[in-house]
């Protein structure tokens, strides 16, 4: 049985895992580079520059030990095999095959128990997310990002985010402008996440071939992740959510 027909993988399925592929190639191709100029192992630059806990979120300790040791015992000589490895575990690979991809563009975790850490992800591919008719869909997103804070937790501060995307102007328009008044190129990430490598992909699910051309004449990122952050209540006030009562 065909792949497509054992995962029940739709066209655009398909073009995902492709392009999913081919940039997998490309984060090992850096990683590979990175091994040799900060004079470091290739496990240890895939940890850093591949970010690998995206590879090992939802696996066992025992299984996360195996899925190292496989890596560890392959060098540069078996790079195509050490591609379709990390393609393989990569979590997005397993959630475009088990369709339990999330269904929110903008979502958001807790961040020191102190701000709101707001992340974006593309979830209706191959739709433009920031097309006219989807802008009130992200809005709408981002407002009850506010109410969740507002209801679940008051004791946040601030909001942030960290994204190469807010170098676009259209991005920047969903945000405060204390928000945008802030932003600064990001130098500090322990880990290169999609903050980095989400520049790579097209909105209809597939590479970006223009800028991985780019970034493979110098191995500098076409777009440097910016990071903005925000008062919680200047973030409420934005998308017009109410303080929360508080009873006396």
Known sequence: MELS???????????????????????????????????????????????????????????????????KSMDSSRFSDLVELLFLNLDRTKGICTHQMDPKCFDYHIWKNEGAFIHFFNAIVPRDPFSEREIPHRKNELRDIAIDVRDFHPELKYVFSVSWMW????????????????????????????????QFYR??????????????????FPLEPLVGECSIDDFMKFYEVRARRVSV
């Open 203 to 220: 909105y209809e699910g597939t590479v970006n071939q223009e800028r991985v051309e780019k970034f493979r004449k110098d191995w500098e």
């Open 167 to 198: 170098n676009l102007k259209k991005f920047q328009l969903l945000m405060p402008d204390s928000f945008n008044d802030s932003l600064k190129v990001f130098k500090d990430y322990e880990s290169y996440t999609q903050s980095y490598w989400g």
């Open 5 to 71: 027909e054992k995962y029940s993988l739709t066209d655009i399925d398909l073009t995902r895992l492709k392009t999913e592929f081919e940039i997998t190639q490309l984060k090992l191709e850096f990683a590979a580079i990175k091994s040799e100029t900060d004079g470091i192992s290739l496990f240890e630059a895939i940890e850093k520059y591949n970010a690998f806990h995206r590879y090992t979120e939802k696996l066992t300790q025992k299984e996360k030990d195996s899925l190292i040791n496989q890596i």
